[in-house]
């Protein structure tokens, strides 16, 4: 690359006009498939865009209306709550990257084991979630979760334990002082974790194998113990490999639209709904196009906001700029 | 055996077994769908666990190639052509603008090109649903909403942002040198690109492909909201449409989430290799 710092900026556009018209067909279909309708969706969320305004677009603008419904839970829609769904929002990402990332870093260790056998097919075979189509994994889960044919509560029988639960249905806590999580959000969790560990311990397999077998050997010549070993060596040096990941791990999770949907649906009486799933309903069925537009711009700012700070903590995307 | 020996040998049993609860779990619902795709029964409700049903015949297979669609006349090979349409399409456009795009980035140091990342990054974290308004509507005055065309653009848009720092990822390591080379050979840079560049990235090019493939064959909630003529339909939207009813018949459900899902799942696996290093490239690479 060469320097152009000591050249003006029009003079720079111009030695590059090659590497515009490269970008020009993705900037084209981004331009006209995302950034317009952002642009667009800023207009929407001050009228009272309806069905109605398809066939005639001249709704009224009604200032900062929408928002005020939005986060006074006023918006016709049945079991809407904003502050709980953003909050609820927030129990799922953490306690899904959780899991992930410890069941995903524990069976990496353990398939990293010197001289573990069958190692190959082990991955193999634990790698099929993340293989299989997510909106699949979904419905199957779902039909899985069913309280009388389901195979979540047929198993739970063989094993001789409770298994008339009502998975998707039941509203109240399985757990008392966690009382605004109700079973489906545990039948959410399952599923998702069932989805995303692997990935995960793929990363983490990745990580471990690039720490120095010396640096072990050393520990174990000053006595150091198997616990010690993982806090001093092995997490310290897998931690930056793994954020990037963890990172992505968590946008995903927080977006998990497919598991959330196609699972509980959002419910029972929206307690597991989170914010892309309430935003999808107030299109469809809602029809609240207006609200839809102002919801979709509050969680941008809100996704925004988590991706700078998950940035500025990961430094992932600095280096690859 | 010494001691020691032992301590090893209980060690790796107990990681046996921690290693096999965990393939328990993975691979359950991947054997229970299997199940009761080849029972023969058309049961709507299972009531046991066995692995191969009494009587196992792949007639729930046959009956979902024969008549897909509940509630609508349409063909599976209609079916079929959609949703090869919709992801080869998504797949084709996206590697096509994400490789060029990805090449500016990774060579060219030209005003706006910090930017232009960051605002694909930004991009790559919006959710479909978070503007699934303001693109109903434009969509709809643009008169592309209700077909299949309209979903291919969409879909490339959101699987560019990903292919372009994949992609981009993956150039930063193909050495200078070489195209320079074919530079002062005679090439110019868009031969250079093409001769040089893109014949050694193939990797990437492959797991850019799969996955604007697998958006395109998998994503159902645009294609549900966008369209309304069963003659555009695709594989994806059916299945969810399966689920949608009351009385689901679970073995043709099981047969046909089957049908869907494995092309998917051996591309993967011939890939498996590839994805991985190119999503850790991608994210990790300094």
Known sequence: MVDYSDIGLWEKIRRNKLAYKYILPAALVMAIVTAYPIVYEVWMAFTNFS??????????????????????????LENFNFWRTLGFNVIWTVVNVFFHVTIGISLAMALNTPKFALKKLYRALLIIPWAVPSYISALIWRNMFDTQFGAVNLLLAKLGLPHNIAWLTNPNAPIKFL??????????????????????????????????KELYEAARIDGASEAGQFFHITLPLIRFAMMPAIMLGVIWTFNQFNIIYLVSGGGPLGETEILVTQAYKLVNPGGLFGIASAFGLVVFLILLGITLFTNRITKATESAL | MSKRKLIVRLKHLYLHAYVWFWIFVAIFPVLWIISMSLDPRNISKPTTLTLIPPGASLAAYLRVLKHPYQGANVSFVRLLWNSLLVAGGTALLS?????????????????????????????????????????????????IRDSLWGLVFAYTSSSLPFAIWNLKGYFDTVPKELEEAALVDGCDRN??????????????????????????????????????????????????????????????????????????????????????SGLTLGGVKG
């Not at chain 2, 090109?113 to 109903?136: C, I, N, Q």
């Not at chain 2, 909201?225 to 594989?235: D, G, H, V």
């Open chain 1, 179 to 212: 009382s605004i999580l109700p079973y489906a959000f545990y039948a959410d969790l399952i599923t998702n974790v069932w989805l995303g560990f692997p990935f995960m311990m793929v990363v983490a397999t990745g990580a471990l194998q690039s720490i120095p």
């Open chain 2, 95 to 143: 590697v096509l603008f994400g490789a060029t795009a990805a090449y500016a980035f990774s060579r060219f140091k030209f005003p706006g090109r910090k930017a232009g990342m960051l605002s694909f990054l930004v991009v790559f974290m919006l959710p479909a649903s978070a503007t699934l308004a303001p693109l109903f509507v434009i969509l709809t005055f643009l008169h």
């Open chain 2, 191 to 276: 031969s250079a690109f093409f001769r040089v560049i893109l014949p050694l990235s193939v990797p990437a090019i492959a797991v850019t492909v799969l996955f604007g493939f697998m958006n395109g064959w998998t994503e159902w909630m645009l294609a549900w909201t966008f369209l309304t003529k069963p003659k555009s339909f695709t594989l994806a939207m059916t299945l969810y449409n399966m689920v949608g009813q009351w009385n689901t018949p679970w073995s043709n459900f099981a047969a046909f989430s089957i049908l869907v899902s494995l092309p998917i799942i051996i591309i993967w696996f011939l890939l498996q290799k590839y994805i991985v």
């Open chain 1, 51 to 76: 069905i109605v305004n398809l066939k005639n677009p001249h709704p009224a603008f009604v200032g900062l209306r929408n928002f005020i419904m939005i986060l006074k839970n006023q918006v016709p």
